[in-house]
Antibody, heavy 120, light 108 residues
Framework: EVQLVQSGAEVKKPGESLKISCKAS????????IGWVRQMPGKGLEWMGI????????TYSPSFQGQVTISADKSISTAYLQWNSLKASDTATYYC?????????????WGQGTMVTVSS | DIQMTQSPSTLSASVGDRVTITCRAS??????LAWYQQKPGKAPKLLIY???SLQSGVPSRFSGSGSGTEFTLTISSLQPDDFATYYC??????????FGQGTKVEIK
């Protein structure tokens, strides 16, 4: 079964760092792009960026460039989303999702989401 | 950025109704458009890609149409499982990719 399994919920303080994960199984990890999508509480979906695990080629949304780092470890079929210094406004649910085909396509497989709460 | 505007924001309908949701792009995206369904506390689910292609496993009562700047998602006969929020998403270019604000389909 093709699936993406994300790491569990996190509660952090402003200024702390965080790295959440997305483990892929059931398909060849290195040949599909993976993206990250933010959903703030009660709000819509925002595209953050995508990565090609085969060579770590990454594209960020301008809104998130410099605010987060997207990476992947192909040896363990896992993608990551990382913050160096969290803000309260980073409170949201973050989804990883696989591109259906190629570098420009819809997201066909989604992780279950990781809820991140940033509060002092 | 390409802005995606969905209408209506909320839609009240009954089981068996034909439902149509519209998504307009601020500039042409040819057919680089997807539709997703999201239920509370769950991840989105892909329904339609490339504006009109039905994702595998999705019931045939869902259909998509349109090109350029105007697109529609139609549910031919609304079922109890279809009450959810629906989002369109353009992936025309990394400008960045953007989602509509969502359309909540509620029980009338």
């Amino acid at each position: 079964e093709v699936q993406l399994v994300q790491s569990g919920a996190e509660v952090k303080k402003p200024g702390e760092s965080l790295k959440i994960s997305c483990k892929a199984s059931g398909y060849r990890f290195t040949t599909y792009w993976i993206g990250w999508v933010r959903q703030m509480p009660g709000k819509g979906l925002e595209w953050m960026g995508i990565i090609y695990p085969g060579d770590s080629d990454t594209t960020y949304s301008p809104s998130f460039q410099g605010q987060v780092t997207i990476s992947a470890d192909k040896s363990i079929s896992t993608a990551y989303l990382q913050w160096n210094s969290l803000k309260a406004s980073d409170t949201a649910t973050y989804y990883c999702a696989r591109l259906r085909r190629g570098s420009r396509d819809a997201f066909d497989i989604w992780g279950q989401g990781t809820m991140v709460t940033v509060s002092s | 950025d390409i802005q995606m505007t969905q209408s209506p924001s909320t839609l009240s309908a009954s089981v068996g109704d034909r439902v149509t949701i519209t998504c307009r792009a601020s500039q042409t995206i040819t057919t680089w458009l997807a539709w997703y369904q999201q239920k509370p506390g769950k991840a989105p689910k892909l329904l339609i890609y490339q504006a009109s292609s039905l994702q595998s496993g999705v019931p045939s009562r869902f259909s998509g149409s349109g090109s350029g700047t105007e697109f529609t998602l139609t549910i031919s006969s609304l079922q109890p499982d279809d009450f959810a929020t629906y989002y369109c998403q353009q992936y025309n270019s990394y400008s960045p990719w953007t989602f509509g604000q969502g359309t909540k389909v509620e029980i009338k």
